[in-house]
């Protein structure tokens, strides 16, 4: 019997579960195993960095499919604005997905004393409850569930009623709302307008703060090949006077992504070299796009640059970055609200504080 494996499915979740592995005696460090799912974002470019960290036990690489792979389950999501009949073809849809998502399930996650999943909205929260195998969820990103709560926007109408369903395993719901998740961990439980019993407050600031030179210098050997070389190159450009543009791979569409980006630099970063940090999710070539601007190579958690010495940036620009709160490298942070998108795409499709 293994002890745990965490289920990572973007950078953030990987840079969150070393935090919490360090946080442990040094004695237990490669007592864990961590999967890397592909569904959605590359992060098998991880896999032999954290082989060679000696931090995990096993290092895997997870096939989750999104149920978009299989069409046969179109049918189901389909909204036909009767309740019974919506619910009849929920309860088809979750028993469905989790069998066709079992041959690619290549774990066995039964033989863990705890497995720890990151975003359990993904197939992997169906399957473990459909195979009745208990888990620990763990907020996806820093206080996301203040931008967006899925488990209630995703539910919204007769939530209630759907949560006790979920609470039999007759239909799923993330975030806590399913039978066989003990508890899910968050960062801070005041900013959150929905609060569940199953809520474990774990703030993840002080995992930050509790990690010595070696333990950051491992981190930044896991997300980036040569760190001293991106000091070096970046330091002379990042020098105080510069503003740094995360973008983010919303809205789908990647001309108005485009424009956003065009916008941001002409509306907010006047006369300031412009150095952009590409989601690791947004495949733009912002090189291109802004030849006049420094585009960062490389996909990591903007985070890890607070352990750079030397980086440090007038403005840090953003539109709804979760990870905004957590960076010490700037001397102003701006997050220009979901509300920004409103001009570039349909309200709809981001304004989720509406649940």
């Known amino acids: 019997m293994r002890e745990r494996i965490y289920v990572c499915h973007t950078f953030y979740n990987v840079y969150v579960t070393l935090l919490k592995e ?40 997870l096939d989750e499919k999104k149920d978009s792979a299989f069409p046969e389950l179109a049918k189901y999501k389909k909204s036909y604005h009767n309740i019974l009949r919506h619910l009849w073809n929920r309860i088809i849809y979750t028993k469905k997905l989790a069998r066709l998502e079992a041959p690619y399930m290549t774990i066995d996650f039964k033989k863990y004393k705890d497995v720890y ?37 995703d539910n919204r109408g007769h939530f209630k009623l759907k949560a006790f369903l979920s609470s039999l395993n007759v239909i799923f719901i993330q975030n806590g709302y399913g ?28 995992l930050e703060l509790g990690l010595d030179s070696a333990q950051k210098r491992r981190i930044l050997q896991i997300f980036m090949e040569d760190a001293d070389s991106f000091v070096r190159e970046l330091g ?17 569409s990647e001309e108005a992504r485009k424009q956003i980006c065009h916008d ?23 090189g291109s796009l802004r ?40 001397d102003e942070k701006i997050n220009l609200g979901d ?12 304004n989720w504080r509406t649940v």
């Not at 864990?32 to 098998?44: C, H, M, N, P, R």
């Not at 002379?236 to 789908?252: M, V």
């Not at 630099?265 to 070299?273: E, F, L, S, V």
Request: hydrophobic share 35%.
């Open 179 to 206: 039978k066989y998740c003990l508890d899910m961990e968050i960062n801070d439980l005041s900013c959150l307008r929905h609060t569940c019993p199953k809520y474990k407050v774990v703030p993840r600031k002080p």
């Open 291 to 330: 030849p006049d601007c420094t585009v960062i190579r490389g996909k990591f958690p903007v985070e890890v640059l607070n352990f750079l010495e030397g980086i440090h940036f007038k403005k840090v620009i953003s539109i709804a970055t979760t990870a905004l709160d957590t960076i010490d490298f700037a």
């Open 264 to 286: 941001i630099i002409r509306d907010y970063c006047q006369g300031a070299h412009v150095i952009i940090k590409p989601h690791p999710r947004d495949l733009i070539d912002y």
């Open 22 to 61: 360090f946080a442990l005696p040094k004695a237990r460090l490669g007592e864990a195993d961590i999967a890397l799912s592909t569904i959605s974002s590359d992060l098998s470019v991880l896999k032999k960095r954290l082989e060679a960290s000696g931090i995990f036990g096993h290092v895997y690489l």
């Open 236 to 252: 002379e450009k990042a020098d105080g006077d510069c503003i740094l543009f995360l973008t983010q791979p919303h809205p789908q």
């Open 117 to 153: 999943v990151y975003c359990d909205s993904d197939p992997i929260g169906y399957y473990l409850n459909a195979k009745h195998i208990y888990y620990h969820a763990l907020e996806d990103g820093l206080d996301c569930l203040k931008y967006l709560d899925g488990a209630h926007y």
């Open 339 to 350: 509300t920004f998108w409103d001009n570039y795409e349909d309200p709809e499709n981001h």
